[in-house]
């Protein structure tokens, strides 16, 4: 069992950053790779990126490839999002999940799910 809880959401004004955490509890989490996926009012959920749980692969939703990079403390049991250049289009409540074994870029293959932090990009 993995409880993952996400912090780092904010304001921010167009062009600007923040970085998410995404805190979990369970002793096998080191065994299971994370995503972050996020929500807009009115859309469907959004996979953003992932991380393997070893750390060496990463995948990028093209949304935000190059301005988003995923990173993970196994010591710490914590997995980041570093959000560059935010764009207007990128506010939605952002949620970190986890499952064991490989990368998943599918929403629906996450098994665990924290409860979202809200980003906010003013222009």
């Known amino acids: 069992q993995v409880q993952l809880v996400e912090s780092g959401g904010g304001l921010v004004q167009a062009g600007g950053s923040l970085r998410l955490s995404c805190a979990a509890s369970?002793?096998?989490?080191?065994?299971?790779?994370v995503g972050w996926v996020r929500q807009a009012p009115g859309k469907e959920r959004e996979f953003v990126a992932a991380?393997?749980?070893?750390?060496?692969?990463?995948y990028y939703a093209d949304s935000v490839k190059g301005r988003f990079t995923i990173s993970r403390d196994n010591a710490k049991n914590t997995v980041y999002l570093q959000m560059n250049s935010l764009k207007p289009e990128d506010p939605a409540v952002y949620y970190c999940?986890?499952?064991?074994?490989?990368?998943?870029?599918?929403?629906?293959?996450?098994?665990?799910w924290g409860q979202g932090t809200q980003v906010t990009v003013s222009s």
């Open positions: 369970g002793r096998t989490f080191g065994r299971h790779a």
């Open positions: 991380i393997s749980w070893s750390g060496t692969s990463t």
């Open positions: 999940a986890a499952v064991p074994g490989v990368i998943r870029t599918s929403t629906y293959e996450y098994n665990y």
